[in-house]
């Protein structure tokens, strides 16, 4: 090794061949026996390597810890920490390119961009607000749906076979007590008429308010002939709100349960139904279309004549465990599964909304 120099340095040991770098004022002059370059002398302001002592270490000669050490130490303006010359990272903002290859910063719209979104935006909100005031002006296609089948229903009477709205045979699958099948067969169909003479008087003044356009009834019997059920088509002069009121009227007061708001009947000759009179009225239901000038009714009894001195609404006599005559019958069920039946008739013919369940 070579003699210690002044400072602490260790001499390097010369090479053969070694040649200092030219130019260097603080670089003693090569002997010509020296044949390599001669190492650079490290300046004594250069900056000192990492130390490897732990942060808490005593600086050299103070016996302190060196505060430019700790993460605490406050950081200079210019990204420095005080004393130590240490630089701090920051992150530039990413750049990215536009068509013609030049670089410009991501996140930021050039002119043209910002007045294209503008433009689309503008346009698009034309095209919304244009087509929603189009609907407006012209009036909803759903709206105008309904009203042509409003219409249309009230005209079916003359535009339908009544084969058609009183079919000969009519199934109703799952419509009796726990679910069984029904199947009623026409015996009677009754010519369409006014309603003078179709209503009781009590009922007929609750129905006034929508008048009477025609009055079209059929009557069924079940597959064993021992129950009868009149079914009818009540086609008023109301709008739709005159049938809107009576429903709530209906519903709000519930008339449809009134034993003196029962409909009557039809009895015809030498059928089953022909000893189907008012005292033989058994269960019964009434249903005030919204979407259809129709009131659809159904009366049901026994085809022996037998009178009734209780007679019940359909509602109540479905209900489960309910032991009245009608309901053991299951006459509740005849009357309800088969004005249902043609309650659904009237609006697929009509095309309006769709029938509510049995």
Not at 14 to 41: K, W
Not at 126 to 153: K, P
Request: proline share 11%.
């Amino acid at each position: 090794m070579g003699a210690p120099r002044p400072g602490g340095a260790t001499a390097v040991p010369r090479q053969p061949g070694h040649r200092p770098a030219r130019g260097r004022a603080d670089a003693p002059p090569e002997t010509p026996s020296e044949e390599t370059t001669r190492l650079r002398p490290v300046p004594a302001d250069r900056p000192r390597p990492p130390s490897t002592a732990p942060l808490d270490a005593p600086r050299p000669g103070t016996g302190a810890p060196d505060p430019a050490l700790s993460w605490s130490a406050p950081t200079a303006p210019g990204g420095t920490r005080h004393g130590t010359g240490r630089p701090t990272v920051s992150f530039g903002e990413p750049e990215g390119y536009d068509e013609d290859a030049r670089p410009h910063p991501l996140g930021r719209r050039g002119r043209s961009q910002a007045v294209a979104a503008a433009v689309c935006l503008v346009l698009g909100a034309g095209l919304i607000g244009g087509a929603v005031t189009g609907s407006w002006l012209a009036g909803d296609s759903g709206g105008s749906g309904a009203r042509s089948g409003f219409a249309a229903a009230g005209d079916l009477w003359r535009n339908v076979p009544v084969d058609q709205l009183f079919p000969p045979t009519v199934r109703g699958g799952g419509a009796g007590p726990g679910g069984a099948d029904r199947t009623w067969t026409r015996v009677a169909v009754a010519p369409d008429s006014g309603c003078e003479e179709a209503f009781d008087p009590l009922l007929r003044t609750v129905l006034d308010p929508v008048g009477c356009a025609r009055l079209l009834r059929a009557t069924y019997t079940d597959a064993t002939r021992s129950h009868v059920t009149t079914v009818g088509l009540l086609f008023t002069k109301a709008d739709a709100a005159g049938m809107a009121s009576l429903a709530r009227r209906f519903e709000t007061e519930r008339l449809d349960r009134r034993t003196d708001l029962m409909p009557l009947p039809y009895a015809a000759k030498d059928t089953a139904a022909a000893g189907f009179g008012a005292r033989q009225r058994a269960s019964w239901t009434i249903s005030v279309l919204t979407d259809a000038p129709v009131v659809v009714y159904a009366v049901s009894g026994w085809a022996d004549g037998r009178t009734v001195a209780d007679p019940q609404p359909a509602g109540e006599a479905m209900e489960s465990g309910t032991t009245t005559a009608p309901a053991q019958a299951g006459l509740g069920h005849e009357a309800r599964g088969l004005a249902d039946r043609v309650e659904r008739g009237v609006r697929g013919h009509a095309g309006t909304a769709t029938e509510r369940p049995s």
